[in-house]
């Protein structure tokens, strides 16, 4: 031991110096975070009411779930909020920022914080906002009856075909600034002169957007899916304030299904397989939308 | 360089390992539930005694906590030593929480019954109170079908009767709201006899181009509609059979099938209001006082509102049987308190319950808006109020007051809530929505 170089101990020591900075951070993660997952994925295993002995029933709950028509049709329910929670807010976001983006006016910031503002508004206030303004005499029917469209008029939220759309659009309301806000920083990175070049080259603002504009907001594109995507499939606030999975289970989400079963219904172990089939979906498309937004460069 | 990375790898693997392996091997301590004791067989004492010394009772509840307080007050000034300490939770909190609660080692020594109390009692969480029942004589002071509710389906190993894991504070009921100009607009003149005088009436209604029934479907008012015609229909003692979760016991039956049948005709005859399937039940409840609606279907909790607000222009009656001299039935609960299994202080939790049956209580729970369980010793209501008084004393006389049908087990209340939804959208066959149910039903009391 005595004849190792010091040069080289000391190296190692400088490199172990290294872990020992992270450690606090990492041990807070495990705790916190890994140690919990790991317990969930556990507990998945299990037929537990909360209360008695659990029973072990290995990956009879991951059956079920493939099984339960209505587990599968809040899986649906999910991916059709993703068109809502993450295309249209992007379409939106590109579009503004195409729009705002080269041309200074005044009250911009105004601008921006109007848009910005649903995301500092907690989630469960905006869902008891848009029940108020979805409601039967609520401002949105107010708005239909004004111009004369009595007969498209209802309690939004109580309509079998109406009811995931208009939660949708919630998630489109409260997303479409993020998403903007996003991209708008994203164009003040790009150099001046590549416009300049694009106009002496007699691209006119279309041209500008597509040839310029877009391809530098690459990575912005990519992170704006990533967190709209995952906003939507974890989505649960909103539907629980507003229309609670209803009517019949039309606005039924996964994470309004994870808190029923585990909390209301004393399915825990179920709850928890749930949550896990939940984060694997996640992860996945997460990891899918990185893959493709890097093969693209 | 080499070596320095081997190390960290190794390192990451080993943290990773550990990770993975340390719930792996604790797994006797990790089993779910297995960290909790479930009580011995704690007694009641069967005397009525209640000990010298200062005694401090936690009574945890999460309905009417006016009411609370003024019973609280009331029992503190005639108990001097004993002190009862109010912490309350919103119902929707309370219900989430019960069991990990109830099955703390700092349960409260008193909580309100709700769903989930069954599954407590069952594993021995909450006190059977049936030697009190005989000592203090609740029997007399309480009409027996609300002592019914609260025996969760068992026996008592203490007494070899009929078990008991609460004591009702007041009483509650399910029935129909009218507006009295609004029905005399069309051609109504008194509350109807029988369910087919009652349809008559919803198709005048609609004949006066007023909205017949305000169903608030939102949330649970729809199913208190589906439970007050089921109640019509279905033999009572079935009923109870299959709430209760007895053996065999099943939703799917004729009877069930035709009040099903009834709640998608109503629908398809216009007599909901629109967006019935959109609407809070509070929110229905405020649209009739304003008079959106000729008929309301709601509980006795909505009467202090509506006689605030509308004064003798509302009355009420529970849902009509098929025939003038069915019994009276409909859908009903308790306020009611339990009390821990591992209290303390089971006399003084006695003495508090006991209180609760006698006539001064009984006036705090009259003037609060519910019904005392002993309805002789407090002043006759008037109004709206005298009507579900009235009501109630038929459906108790008539042992006719079921618990509400989500009892039948925990999912209960959602597949309830979205399977009337499509009823009353007509999405969803009779057979289907029931067997919905049954399927819920097994899952919970097994094979």
């Known amino acids: 031991m005595g004849s190792r170089p010091p040069v080289r101990s000391r190296e190692a020591r400088r490199r172990w110096r290294g872990y020992v900075y992270v450690l606090p951070a990492f041990a807070f993660y495990v705790a916190f975070a890994v140690l919990p997952a790991l317990h969930t994925a556990y507990l998945s295993l299990f037929e537990w009411d909360g209360v008695t002995l659990g029973e072990w029933v290995g990956l009879g709950n991951y059956a079920e779930i493939l099984q339960d028509p209505i587990l599968r049709r809040s899986v649906f329910n999910a991916l059709v909020l993703v068109v809502f929670f993450a295309l249209v807010p992007i379409v939106l976001g590109l579009l503004s920022a195409g729009l705002l983006a080269r041309y200074r006016r005044p009250g911009m910031g105004a601008y921006r914080f109007l848009f910005m503002l649903p995301q500092v508004v907690p989630l469960v206030a905006v869902g008891v906002t848009w029940r108020w303004l979805y409601g039967d005499d609520g401002v949105v029917n107010q708005a239909l009856r004004a111009v004369g469209l009595d007969s498209v008029a209802r309690a939004w939220l109580g309509d079998f075909d109406f009811a995931l759309i208009a939660v949708g659009l919630v998630g489109t309301w409260v997303l479409s600034g993020l998403c903007m806000m996003l991209f708008l920083s994203g164009v003040q990175k790009v150099d001046p002169s590549l416009y300049e070049a694009a106009r002496i080259d007699g691209a006119g603002p279309v041209r500008e957007f597509v040839s310029v504009t877009l391809p530098h907001l690459r990575g912005e594109l990519a992170v704006a899916m990533t967190v709209t995507t995952v906003a939507a499939l974890a989505s649960f606030d909103i539907v629980y304030v507003t229309t609670n999975g209803g009517p019949g289970e039309q606005t039924t989400v996964p994470g309004l299904l994870v808190y029923r079963l585990a909390f209301s219904e004393g399915k825990v172990g179920l709850a928890a397989a749930l949550a896990v089939v939940l984060s694997v979906l996640i992860l996945g498309i997460v990891y899918l939308i990185n893959r493709l937004s890097r093969d693209r460069t | ?447």
């Not at chain 2, 006759?380 to 004393?393: C, S, W």
């Not at chain 2, 989500?406 to 289907?432: E, T």
């Open chain 2, 1 to 447: 360089m080499d070596s320095t990375h081997r190390v960290g790898r190794r390192l990451a693997a080993t943290l990773c390992a550990v990770a993975l392996v340390l719930p792996l091997a604790a797994c006797d301590a990790l089993t779910p539930g297995s960290a909790t004791v479930v009580p011995g067989p704690t007694g009641v004492p069967s005397s009525t005694a209640v000990p010298n010394g200062d005694v401090t009772l936690r009574l945890q509840f999460a309905d009417a906590p006016l009411m609370v307080d003024a019973l609280i007050a009331a029992f503190e000034k005639g108990h001097p030593d004993i002190a009862v300490e109010p912490q309350y939770k919103t119902f929707s909190d309370y219900v989430q929480n019960l069991k990990l609660t109830m099955t703390s080692d700092t349960a409260p020594d008193i909580a309100q019954y709700a769903v989930g109390m069954t599954d407590l009692a069952a594993d021995g969480h909450i006190l059977d109170l049936a030697p009190y029942r005989e000592a203090y004589g609740w029997d007399k002071a309480i009409p027996p079908v609300s002592l019914d509710q609260l025996t969760a389906g068992q026996t008592s190993a203490a007494t070899g009767g009929r078990a008991l894991f609460g004591v009702p504070a007041g009483l509650s009921m399910t029935g129909i709201y009218y507006n009295k100009e609004l029905a005399e607009k069309a051609g109504i003149d008194a509350p109807p006899k029988t369910l087919a005088e009652f349809e008559k009436q919803l198709a005048a209604a609609k004949e006066a181009d007023l909205t017949p029934l305000g169903v608030g479907a939102l949330d649970s008012g729809g199913l208190h509609l589906w439970a007050a015609l089921l109640n019509q229909l279905m033999p009572t003692d079935e009923y109870w059979d299959w709430v209760n979760g007895k053996k065999g016991a099943t939703i799917e039956n004729p009877a069930a099938v035709e009040a099903t049948e009834l709640v998608i005709d109503w629908g398809r005859e216009g007599y909901y209001n629109e967006s019935a399937n959109g609407t809070a039940q509070v929110d229905s409840t405020a649209q009739f006082t304003k008079g959106d609606s000729v008929f309301l279907i709601n509980g006795n909790w909505a009467a202090g509102q509506l006689a605030t607000v509308m004064g003798d222009n509302v009355g009420f009656f529970p849902m009509p049987g098929e025939q003038p001299g069915s019994p009276t039935v409909a859908s009903g609960f308790s306020v009611s308190y339990a009390v821990s299994a591992k209290t303390e202080h089971p006399e003084a939790a006695g003495a508090f319950l006991d209180f609760l049956t006698t006539p001064e209580a009984g006036q705090i729970i009259s003037d609060n808006g519910f019904m005392p369980p002993n309805p002789d010793a407090v002043k006759k209501p008037t109004g709206v109020l005298a009507d579900i008084a009235e009501g109630h004393e038929r459906a108790v006389a008539d042992d006719g007051i079921t618990t509400f049908p989500d009892f039948a087990a925990p999912a209960m209340l959602d597949r309830l809530r979205s399977g009337v939804q499509k009823l009353i959208a007509d999405r969803v066959k009779p057979a289907d929505y029931l067997d919905s149910l049954q399927d819920e039903w097994e899952d919970h009391h097994g094979e």
